[in-house]
């Protein structure tokens, strides 16, 4: 199910300005990849680019290449959606459709495309991808309750479950604990550690334990100055850039004395 | 009402101190807010106490010996409701459609040019929009209606005879749903428009395609919205009076064919054609039809908050 990314050369603008530039690196599959850097380095635009999402902004495009098992995404005739359907998304701010109940919300990925799926099928899936995120024990008496009536971290575990429901090859997070609290934090961190079995999974995260905890290899960005673009400084195991990074950049950063 | 400076301690007044504006402010709402009340009640006192005498009257005394009051007044709220049931139903699909255009389709620029023609179409009085129905509209439509009575004239809305000067009823709901359109666009393109980006991108990252986000997302969330502007639509249909008094040949008829030069007429138009010729009780019958279009109006008010309501929960206001 899941798959190796391998980004190549990869420039990323906003109408006229370069957001991101000249970015490569090689995600392997069924591992947690940290994305770590300042306020405005270019994260979340990167993670967009993975799925396609970069280019629902106006103006927005993107030069170079996502290879996903060998397949660019930004190749001739590759349709953005179908390319969302295998690369999932997670945001930073729950986002569960208020006007859905909690079942059909994670069956919403399922339903599109006029998928038809059987009752007890749907409830199967709905069962299975719940109890994937953790959320199904919380939930199960009110599974027809809004989405918008459980807690911000319920919030999220649901998106997650939405986004397990269509069985994608890649789940991008961005910044998915920083709207959530100390406890909720730790059941989705516990959440990725199981879903890594199955998924390639890249996180965005400000927290630097939270990214030693996680991931196995960490991307670290930075930008030499407003109105620069990001650019990837350097991406190793997680526990290189943690105890022994090879650019002073990395090391300032992740010690805390620099951003 | 709620605005304290520092908390109270106890040697002060229990009253928590209010600044001038704050007090100023919230006399002023309250008196607005009474002032709409006391005219609600001031227009329904009237209707009802000027009614009165029509509902007691002897129906022999009304123009045109009606059998009784209810006699009267049935073929008129039907047409009222017939009518306005009509424009809505071809004017808010396309004001759905139109808003969604704008909102989520068209470049900036030129779905700001549609938002200002929209707008001014809302400025046109309703005289203008009769003597378009009467001069453009009806005799432009007249051969469709004859081609539908002839190949379609089983289905009863369509059934013969087709009127020959093309004002019927189907005419003046065209009219209204003209004239209800901009209203009801400007609405649904303002909720469209309030749509939470991280909805829309939700659906968008689950691999929806743009009319499968809108389904999910953009509809959904402005539900309450497309309801309120129907309703505001429907309102002004069911009142309007000029353009459907201008357009329609008036009959006392109960009859859902659309094409026919007999039709009932309506009770905001009713009152208008009728006014100039009343005298005695027939002003207080012509009150009371109009006391009849007041309580309609409550009801579509109260069904549309009960519509709205209904779903509360799922409304994405929490
Ligand atoms: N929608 C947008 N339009 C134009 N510029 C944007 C947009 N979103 C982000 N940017 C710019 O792109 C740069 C990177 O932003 P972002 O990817 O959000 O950083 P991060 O997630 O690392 O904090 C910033 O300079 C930001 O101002
Ligand atoms: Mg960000």
Redesign the interface.
């Known amino acids: 199910m899941s798959k190796r990314i391998e980004v190549r050369d990869l420039n990323v603008y906003y109408g006229k300005f370069k957001a991101v530039e000249d970015v490569s690196l090689t995600i392997e599959p069924r591992s947690v990849t940290a994305f770590i850097g300042p306020s405005g380095c270019g994260k979340s635009t990167f993670i967009r680019t993975l799925n396609r999402m970069h280019e629902v902004i106006p103006g927005a495009y993107v030069e170079g290449e996502v290879l996903v098992d060998g397949d660019n995404l930004y190749g001739a005739g590759i349709d953005p959606v179908l390319v969302r359907r295998q690369v999932g998304m997670v945001f930073q701010r729950p986002n569960p459709f208020p006007t859905m109940s909690i079942a059909d919300n994670v069956l919403a990925g399922v339903k599109l495309n006029n998928r038809r799926i059987s009752k007890s099928d749907a409830d199967d899936l709905v069962e299975k991808s719940l109890q994937g995120a953790n959320l199904w024990n919380e939930v199960k008496d009110r599974l027809d309750r809004p989405g918008s009536s459980l807690s911000g971290g319920q919030q999220q575990r649901l998106c997650i479950a939405r986004a397990i429901a269509v069985e994608p090859e890649v789940i991008l997070m961005d910044e998915p604990c920083s709207a959530l609290d100390p406890i909720s934090t730790l059941a989705i961190e516990d959440l990725i550690e199981e879903l890594k079995r199955d998924y390639t999974i890249v996180i965005v995260t400000h927290n630097m334990q939270q990214a030693s905890r996680v991931s196995d290899k960490t991307a670290f960005f930075t930008i030499a100055g407003t109105g620069m673009p990001g650019t990837l400084i350097e991406y190793d195991d997680t526990s290189v850039i943690f105890s022994n990074p090879s650019v002073k950049a990395t090391e300032d950063y992740v010690s805390g004395k620099f951003g | 009402m709620t605005a304290t400076a520092t908390p109270p301690t106890a040697a002060e007044s229990p009253r928590a101190y209010q600044r001038l504006g704050d007090r100023v402010f919230s006399k002023s709402a309250l008196i607005a807010g009474s002032l709409i009340l006391v005219i609600l009640a001031a227009v329904a006192i009237f209707l009802v106490a000027q009614s009165l005498p029509a509902l007691v009257a002897d129906p022999n005394d009304f123009i045109g010996r009606p059998d009784s009051f209810w006699a009267y007044v049935w073929p008129l709220v039907f047409g009222t409701l017939w009518s306005a049931s009509l424009a809505l139903l071809m004017a808010l699909p396309l004001a759905i459609g139109i808003a969604l255009f704008i909102s989520h389709f068209a470049p900036r620029r030129l779905a700001q040019a549609l938002g200002y023609i929209i707008d001014l179409l809302a400025a046109v009085p309703s005289v203008v929009y009769g003597l378009w129905g009467i001069g453009v509209l009806a005799p432009a439509v007249q051969p469709l209606y004859t081609w539908l009575t002839e190949n379609l004239g089983w289905i009863p809305l369509f059934a013969p005879p087709a009127s020959g000067t093309g004002r019927t009823i189907l005419t003046a709901a065209i009219v209204l749903g003209v004239m209800i359109l901009p209203v009801m666009t400007a609405i649904c393109r303002e909720v469209f428009l309030q749509t ?1 980006v ?2 829309e ?9 743009r009319w ?1 986000m809108i389904r ?2 953009v509809l ?2 402005g ?1 309450p919205g497309i309801v309120s502007g129907a309703m505001l639509g429907l309102g002004r249909a069911l009142g309007e009076t000029m353009a459907v008094a201008m357009v329609l040949s008036p009959a006392a008829v109960v009859s859902f064919a659309v094409l026919q030069s007999r039709n009932p007429s309506t009770i905001a138009a009713n009152i208008a054609l009728s006014f100039p010729e009343s005298y005695g009780v027939n002003v207080n019958l012509l009150i009371a039809t109009g006391l009849v279009l007041f309580v309609i109006t409550l009801i579509v008010n109260s069904i549309a908050r009960w519509v709205v309501n209904r ?1 509360k ?6």
């Open positions: 939470p991280l909805h991108e939700a659906a968008l990252a689950l691999g929806a395609t499968e999910m997302a959904p969330f539900r779903r929960d799922f409304s994405g206001a929490n």
